[in-house]
């Protein structure tokens, strides 16, 4: 079982940055792929970006590419979102999620895709 806890989630105005951090524990997470999505009030979840287990791989929603960057840290069993440019429309809750145990490349950008999942850490960017 891998547990994920969010943090670093606030208000910000636009063209600001924001870093989030999830930190897993439970069962080392190494050779999980890992995802951000969020969730807007009266939207669908959504695929932010995602990062391969090895960390080499990463893979961007075209609403944030040049913008936000995820990374990892295998030490600290922790995964990073650093958002740079924020936009209004960046508003929502963001979850980080955990696939089963992949190969060294995949990258997961649908949801159903992610077994374990953080309680959200909400973003607000205002205009």
């Known amino acids: 079982q891998v547990q994920l806890v969010e943090s670093g989630g606030g208000l910000v105005q636009a063209g600001g940055s924001l870093r989030l951090s999830c930190a897993a524990s439970?069962?080392?997470?190494?050779?999980?792929?890992m995802g951000w999505f969020r969730q807007a009030p009266g939207k669908e979840r959504e695929f932010v970006v995602a990062?391969?287990?090895?960390?080499?791989?990463?893979f961007s929603a075209d609403s944030v590419k040049g913008r936000f960057t995820i990374s990892r840290d295998m030490a600290k069993n922790t995964v990073y979102l650093q958002m740079n440019k924020l936009e209004p429309e960046d508003t929502a809750v963001y979850y980080c999620?955990?696939?089963?145990?992949?190969?060294?490349?995949?990258?997961?950008?649908?949801?159903?895709?992610?077994?374990?999942w953080g309680q959200g850490t909400q973003v607000t960017v205002s205009s």
């Open positions: 439970g069962r080392t997470f190494i050779r999980y792929g």
């Open positions: 990062i391969s287990w090895s960390g080499r791989d990463t």
């Open positions: 999620a955990a696939s089963p145990p992949r190969d060294s490349t995949w990258l997961g950008t649908r949801a159903s895709e992610y077994n374990y």
